[in-house]
């Protein structure tokens, strides 16, 4: 029975220096995500600017249509479709600033 035992353990440490001689702190996989990260992260800032003139345009259309035929809701929509550009563009800005790239 011990030598089952004594049998079991050497082939444990066998098995678990292969994996400590290879094994790695991670830093170098980290350092390489985060990097790739900040380049993925300013194309989607880049984006959502891009976003937001689309909408800024599809809005100005729409509020020139409703006023020019002389709905009364002209300024709702207005504001509405200015506030949705404002908040596009101010968020890709803080998060932009907010993570540092």
Request: with cysteine; hydrophobic share 55%.
């Amino acid at each position: 029975m011990l030598k089952a035992i004594s049998l079991a353990v050497i082939a444990g440490i066998f098995t678990a220096v292969p994996v400590i001689l290879y094994g790695q702190n991670g830093e170098a996989g980290i350092n390489a995500a985060t990097g790739q990260l900040k380049t993925y992260f300013a194309v989607g800032v880049n984006l959502v600017y891009a976003i937001g003139a689309i909408v800024g345009l599809v809005g100005a259309v729409k509020v020139y249509n409703k006023w020019s035929s002389g709905e009364p809701d002209t300024a709702k929509v207005a504001s509405s479709w200015f506030g949705a550009c404002i908040f596009l563009v101010v968020v890709a800005t803080i998060l932009k600033g907010f993570f540092g790239v």
